[in-house]
């Protein structure tokens, strides 16, 4: 069976001289979503930190498109087609809506006015917005920045931690929507989600943490259907 366009693979990693990810494996296919769900301290932040070179690893490996990039840096998995949204300080609050757009295409030597547009038609209210500074959006407004401008860099994998945190249902419903649309068009979401029922509701894939391992692994409707993950993770 072919890999995963994106996996972390047997991870095992931490901080200082503890493990927080304890041989755990994460990997999204292309054009699909995939959900890390589970408790506070389950180490989801830190298996995404790991994917994306932000924590060193004692063991296991990362490979994008069936390249081993556990070597890289952040930087250079961008350059690879990587992007990640941290779940706070993800826009420059003193920038216009634009000005942050612009930032993210900064590797970029192309015309970038269509990704724009591409961004604009995305998020309808930032092009409403575009001159205004991003500190003085909403928060549903600034995550829809912070995902905008990530999406200027062209990424074939889109990471968002906890893209929702702090924001209404009725924006968190919107927010998982446009996430959606994204992955209609080729590129891979892998995400952190306190929301667990409905991020498991448009995953393609869900990962359960606990004490930085797998505890369950399947489908967003297997697992949504699953009892024990039900009484135990999403409140019966």
């Known amino acids: 069976m072919a890999e995963p ?3 972390g693979d047997a991870m095992t990693g931490g901080y200082g001289t503890a493990d927080i990810l ?3 494996t994460i990997a999204v ?5 995939a959900v890390i769900v589970g ?3 389950a180490g989801k932040s830190t298996a995404m930190k790991a994917v994306f070179g932000m924590l060193k690893l004692r063991s296991g490996h990362v490979r994008l498109g069936g390249e081993d990039i556990t070597a890289l840096s952040p930087q250079a998995r961008v350059a690879r087609g990587m992007a990640f949204v941290p779940q706070t300080q993800n826009i420059f609050t003193s920038m216009t809506v634009e000005e942050n757009l612009e930032m993210g295409a900064f590797l970029r030597r192309d015309d970038i006015r269509t990704t724009l547009e591409q ?3 995305l998020f309808p209210v930032l092009r409403d917005k575009r001159r205004q500074a991003a500190g003085e959006l909403s928060g549903g407004q600034r995550q829809q920045v912070a995902v905008g401008r990530a999406l200027m860099t062209q990424p074939s994998v889109l990471m968002l931690d906890e ?3 702090g924001v209404s249902p009725i924006v968190m419903d919107e927010l998982f929507d446009r996430i959606i649309e994204v992955a209609r068009t080729g590129i891979s979401i892998l995400m952190v989600e306190q929301n667990a029922r ?3 509701e448009i995953a393609d894939r869900g990962y359960v943490l606990v004490q930085g391992a797998n505890r369950f692994t399947d489908t ?3 697992l949504l259907a699953d009892p024990e993950v039900r009484r135990t993770f999403l409140g019966g």
């Open 5 to 7: 366009f994106l996996i």
């Open 22 to 24: 304890n041989a755990c």
């Open 29 to 33: 296919e292309k054009g699909q979503i």
């Open 39 to 41: 408790p506070n301290g």
């Open 119 to 121: 961004i604009y038609t």
């Open 163 to 165: 893209p929702t945190a």
């Open 198 to 200: 409905q991020a498991l």
């Open 220 to 222: 967003g409707a297997a």
